[in-house]
Structures are given as C-alpha cells and as structure tokens.
C-alpha cells in the first residue's frame, strides 16, 4: 500500500529557540515508484526521510503505511524498519561487524530467519548490489567509499524492504561509480517493483532515474511533478540553490546561438535524440 503523509509537522529546540523544519507536508507515494526528493541544504529532506521509517516523531500529523498510523504510540517501529529500509548518507555509520558478510546478515537474523536464510539472503544482497565475492570476509572499515556504501545498501536490502530509502548514495563517488549503483537500484526497482526513494544533490541522477521529484525548501514542497516538469521551473530553482541537469542548460545554449531545438531535455539521450533530428532537418 502506498505512503501517505498527511499534514506532517516537525519542531525541534536548537539553543533554546524553536525551529519548524517541516511545515504541513502533505504527500501520496504509490507502490512501486521511483521518488526523487531534492533541495538545498537545510530544506528538510533528511529530517523528512527519517519520519518515513520512524527514526524522528513527528510533533503534529500522521504517516500511514499499509493503513496504519505509524505515528501512533503502539505503532511497532522495528517492525516497520524491515519493511520501509534506510541508507545515511555515511555509510561507516551503518557499519560495524568483524567483515562484511557478517554486517549484511545482522538485519535479517534480526528478523529471527534461520543461519541458511540469513546467509542466503546476505549472498544475494551482496551480488545484487554488485559487492565481489573476495571482500565477503574482509573488515567494512577497510573498504572505499564506494564500497561501504554498497555493502550499507546490501545490508538493508537483505531484510528485503518493501521501501528503500537512500540518503545521498552516490556523494563522493566517481562518475562511473554513481552510474553502477544507480544502474543497480533502478534494476531492483524493475524486477521487485520496488518503491525508492532517491535524495539527491545531483539534478542529473533523478533527472536520468526517477518519475516523479519532489523539490523541498525551507520544510516545505515547492513542486511535486515529474522530472521534465520540474526542470522547467529554471528560475525558481536557481532562486533557491538549486539548477537544471547540464544538458537543459546546453540545450538552451544551442537555441540562442540559433539552432532550432526543444530546451526541455534533461538527460542526455532525450538532447542526443533531439539534435539529431534537427541535424538531419538541415
């Protein structure tokens, strides 16, 4: 069953003033989609994600998931971390076994599955997330970035959660890095029906990955739209920190210097189609 939050609340005490760091969010997230969620630092979209799987309470407002309240005060909160998994941004935060097959069994023999179901499950978390089998045994703490990051994702996976949630999963990573572990999470979102949850800095990661973007600022949504649709409110992202993918912007470029092409592509196959075709017209 979907998400939904309905008129969402977060205030918090910081040096003795009160700060709202959400105010009445509002929003429907449906089975099986690839949610985007972007915004400056400070617009609230980590404080958003962690009311999503019950890591913060909210002050006012209800989420319900699977038509409870996870709100309400019998709600069972561990319960709903097997099903709805979160990745931080820091993956060393998630991190603390000897080696990192032991790591990726801890969720699932949490859950009280036997040691054949919890290895088999931590075999196949760490394949799908594209881990090689000769750092199965070596410490967490002795892995790059990029590999923390994908064995904290394996970890969560291995408790096979209806909802992943990922905090900035590819900060940090080299090109070719980000596109492996996207190409990754788009695949699982595909063959499971998945529902992710993609925070992201980068506008050409949920421009190229998901179908809808929620854009936040100052605690609130400032657009709830699909990719193309957001990206075609330029101005009101620059004015808060934010942009288009690069490729809107070279398209744009293209237009002033005289060629006649559409200036709302945001991934490079849709400009790459585009050019092509005026090119051929000429």
Do not use: W
Not at 229 to 244: D, R, T, Y
């Amino acid at each position: 069953m979907a998400i939904i939050v309905d008129k969402l609340n977060y205030v918090y005490s910081d040096a003795g003033h009160q700060v709202q760091a959400l105010q009445d969010i509002s929003v429907v997230i449906p089975d099986g989609q690839f949610l985007g969620i972007i915004g400056h630092t400070g617009s609230g979209k980590s404080t958003f994600i962690q009311h999503l799987n019950g890591l913060l309470k909210a002050s006012s407002g209800n989420i319900y998931y699977n038509g409870e309240d996870i709100c309400h005060k019998d709600y069972d909160r561990k319960q709903l971390r097997s099903k709805v998994g979160l990745v931080f941004q820091y993956p060393e935060h998630q991190l603390f076994e000897a080696d990192v097959f032991q790591d990726v069994c801890f969720g699932p023999k949490n859950l009280g599955l036997d040691r054949k179901q919890t290895e088999l499950r931590a075999f196949t978390a760490l394949r799908q997330v594209g881990v090689p089998e000769d750092l199965f045994y070596v410490s967490p703490f002795e892995l790059s970035g990029g590999q923390k990051r994908r064995v904290a994702i394996a970890g969560v996976l291995a408790m096979e959660p209806e909802v992943l949630i990922l905090d900035e999963p590819t900060a940090g990573l080299d090109p070719k890095g980000r596109d492996d572990l996207l190409d990754q999470l788009a695949k699982l979102h595909k063959e499971r029906n998945m529902t992710i949850i993609l925070v992201s800095h980068s506008m050409e990661d949920v421009a190229n990955y998901a179908e809808r973007i929620l854009v936040m600022d100052k605690g609130k949504i400032l657009f709830d739209q699909t990719p193309k649709e957001v990206f075609s409110h330029v101005k009101e992202l620059e004015e808060i920190g934010l942009g288009a993918p690069q490729v809107t912007y070279v398209m744009q470029e293209l237009k002033n210097k005289g060629f006649s092409v559409g200036t709302k592509m945001t991934t490079i196959e849709e400009a790459k189609v585009e050019i092509l075709k005026v090119l051929k017209g000429r």
